[in-house]
């Protein structure tokens, strides 16, 4: 079945970098869109890219353009999220989740990895 | 930006009670609409999608509605494994935001 597992969470200092990961199993990587989304704590849902399934489009909203890059590996099954001039705001768990195509939702999703943006 | 606006943020409802909640866009959507559940702790999971579409394996009792900037999720008898939080989202265009999510609790 589809699996997707986050790693690369953790305490950072504000301004520092940061890259998660998010391992893909259970279905063929390369033909699906993905997507990261945070939640800070007792949050709501607060979506951050999204990735064409070859990696040649990609959206971000402001509240992380040009901070936030998303990328993939496909050979590797592997998507990524680079943040960096991390600010305490971007404290979160981040889950990534596959995009089913056609109206695009997101139909599986990573347990997610938290990320805290600390002195 | 299209922005999304759920209501209302919390409900308290029993066991077998029906519960609508309501997500209103800022601008047409047409049927890009989606919905997720989340539980403490959890991951969200996607209920419907195209505004009406049942995911599968999401029980009958789930049901959403609407087009254009108006939408619902209809619960028609509440479960107790479904008192939790619900989120609308839009996939019209890119940034594809989530509504402020509404809250459902026992009563």
């Known amino acids: 079945q589809v699996q997707l597992v986050e790693s690369g969470g953790g305490v950072v200092q504000p301004g520092r970098s940061l890259r998660l990961s998010c391992a893909a199993s259970?279905?063929?990587?390369?033909?699906?869109?993905m997507h990261w989304v945070r939640q800070a704590p007792g949050k709501g849902l607060v979506w951050v890219a999204i990735i064409s399934y070859d990696g040649n489009n990609k959206y971000y909203p402001d509240s992380v353009k040009g901070r936030f890059t998303i990328s993939r590996d496909n050979s590797k099954n592997t998507l990524y999220l680079q943040m960096s001039s991390l600010k305490a705001d971007d404290t979160a768990v981040y889950y990534c989740?596959?995009?089913?195509?056609?109206?695009?939702?997101?139909?599986?999703w990573g347990q997610g990895t938290l990320v805290t943006v600390s002195a | 930006d299209i922005q999304m606006t759920q209501s209302p943020a919390s409900l308290s409802a029993s066991v077998g009670d029906r519960v609508t909640i309501t997500c209103r866009a800022s601008q047409s959507i047409s049927i890009y609409l989606n919905w997720y559940q989340q539980k403490p702790g959890k991951a969200p999971k996607l209920l419907i999608y195209a505004a009406s579409s049942l995911q599968s394996g999401v029980p009958s009792r789930f049901s959403g509605s609407g087009s254009g900037t108006d939408f619902t999720l209809s619960i028609s008898s509440l479960q107790p494994e479904d008192f939790a939080a619900y989120y609308c989202?839009?996939?019209?265009?890119?940034?594809?935001?989530f509504g402020q999510g509404t809250k459902v609790e026992i009563k």
């Open positions: 989740a596959r995009d089913a195509g056609g109206v695009q939702y997101m139909d599986s």
């Open positions: 989202q839009h996939s019209y265009s890119p940034p594809y935001s």
């Open positions: 259970g279905f063929t990587f390369g033909s699906f869109a």
